[in-house]
Protein backbone atom coordinates (compact mmCIF):
# COMPACT_ATOMS: atom_id res chain seq x y z
CA UNK A 1 0.00 0.00 0.00
CA UNK A 2 1.67 3.57 -1.45
CA UNK A 3 -1.37 5.47 -1.05
CA UNK A 4 1.21 7.77 0.89
CA UNK A 5 2.92 8.26 -2.45
CA UNK A 6 -0.08 10.00 -4.09
CA UNK A 7 0.44 13.41 -3.08
CA UNK A 8 4.05 13.74 -4.04
CA UNK A 9 3.17 12.38 -7.57
CA UNK A 10 0.75 15.14 -7.73
CA UNK A 11 3.49 17.74 -6.33
CA UNK A 12 5.66 16.14 -9.30
CA UNK A 13 2.49 16.62 -11.52
CA UNK A 14 2.00 20.34 -10.32
CA UNK A 15 5.67 21.23 -10.94
CA UNK A 16 5.63 20.16 -14.40
CA UNK A 17 2.68 21.90 -15.27
CA UNK A 18 4.68 25.23 -13.87
CA UNK A 19 7.69 24.29 -15.60
CA UNK A 20 5.37 24.91 -18.36
CA UNK A 21 3.97 27.94 -17.31
CA UNK A 22 0.46 26.30 -16.86
CA UNK A 23 -0.32 27.61 -14.05
CA UNK A 24 -3.96 26.63 -13.95
CA UNK A 25 -3.16 22.91 -13.95
CA UNK A 26 -0.14 23.75 -11.63
CA UNK A 27 -3.01 25.10 -9.16
CA UNK A 28 -5.16 22.17 -9.87
CA UNK A 29 -2.45 19.31 -9.27
CA UNK A 30 -1.41 21.23 -6.03
CA UNK A 31 -5.09 21.00 -4.45
CA UNK A 32 -5.31 17.76 -5.44
CA UNK A 33 -2.40 17.07 -3.19
CA UNK A 34 -3.74 18.84 -0.66
CA UNK A 35 -6.93 17.01 -0.60
CA UNK A 36 -5.23 13.62 -1.18
CA UNK A 37 -3.00 14.54 2.19
CA UNK A 38 -6.59 15.62 3.82
CA UNK A 39 -8.18 11.86 2.74
CA UNK A 40 -5.41 9.74 3.90
CA UNK A 41 -5.12 11.69 7.05
CA UNK A 42 -1.37 12.03 6.61
CA UNK A 43 0.68 14.08 9.02
CA UNK A 44 0.50 17.87 8.63
CA UNK A 45 4.03 18.03 7.58
CA UNK A 46 3.78 16.08 4.52
CA UNK A 47 1.42 19.22 3.68
CA UNK A 48 4.52 22.20 3.80
CA UNK A 49 5.73 21.60 0.06
CA UNK A 50 2.02 21.97 -1.50
CA UNK A 51 1.42 24.77 0.58
CA UNK A 52 4.42 26.64 -0.23
CA UNK A 53 3.57 25.87 -3.96
CA UNK A 54 -0.10 26.68 -3.78
CA UNK A 55 1.71 30.31 -2.43
CA UNK A 56 3.97 30.77 -5.25
CA UNK A 57 1.16 29.52 -7.85
CA UNK A 58 -1.30 32.01 -6.69
CA UNK A 59 1.74 34.90 -6.07
CA UNK A 60 2.54 33.89 -10.04
CA UNK A 61 -1.04 34.66 -10.79
CA UNK A 62 -1.46 37.72 -8.79
CA UNK A 63 -3.82 36.53 -6.61
CA UNK A 64 -2.10 38.11 -3.49
CA UNK A 65 -5.15 37.17 -0.76
CA UNK A 66 -4.71 33.27 -1.48
CA UNK A 67 -1.01 33.16 -1.85
CA UNK A 68 -0.82 35.16 1.57
CA UNK A 69 -3.24 32.22 3.13
CA UNK A 70 -1.10 29.29 1.51
CA UNK A 71 2.48 31.14 2.69
CA UNK A 72 0.82 31.19 6.32
CA UNK A 73 -0.60 28.07 6.12
CA UNK A 74 3.23 26.86 4.96
CA UNK A 75 4.46 29.18 7.41
CA UNK A 76 3.84 27.34 10.59
CA UNK A 77 6.43 24.99 9.55
CA UNK A 78 8.81 27.30 8.97
CA UNK A 79 10.67 27.05 12.33
CA UNK A 80 11.30 23.48 11.83
CA UNK A 81 12.69 24.06 8.24
CA UNK A 82 16.14 24.92 7.19
CA UNK A 83 16.77 27.71 3.95
CA UNK A 84 18.81 24.62 2.24
CA UNK A 85 14.65 22.78 1.98
CA UNK A 86 13.26 25.90 1.09
CA UNK A 87 14.00 27.13 -2.48
CA UNK A 88 16.32 30.23 -4.36
CA UNK A 89 16.98 33.39 -2.82
CA UNK A 90 14.15 35.66 -4.55
CA UNK A 91 11.70 32.61 -2.79
CA UNK A 92 12.80 33.23 0.45
CA UNK A 93 12.66 36.62 0.03
CA UNK A 94 9.01 36.96 -1.49
CA UNK A 95 8.45 34.73 1.81
CA UNK A 96 9.61 36.84 4.07
CA UNK A 97 7.71 40.39 2.87
CA UNK A 98 4.59 38.49 2.81
CA UNK A 99 4.95 36.53 5.75
CA UNK A 100 6.76 39.16 7.90
CA UNK A 101 9.02 35.98 9.40
CA UNK A 102 12.68 34.91 9.22
CA UNK A 103 13.59 31.20 8.14
CA UNK A 104 16.32 30.02 10.39
CA UNK A 105 19.48 28.54 8.95
CA UNK A 106 20.07 25.33 11.73
Known sequence: ????????ICI?????CLHRSDLAHTASYYRRALFLCDSLRLS?????PVYY?????YM???DFDLSNHYYELAGKF???MNV???????????????TGR????H
Request: proline share 4%; aromatic share 4%; hydrophobic share 40%.
Open 12 to 16: NMADA
Open 60 to 62: DLR
Open 102 to 105: IIRK
Open 53 to 57: GLGQT
Open 84 to 98: ENVGPISTIAEIIII
Open 44 to 48: EHTKF
Open 78 to 80: FDE
Open 1 to 8: KRLHLLPD
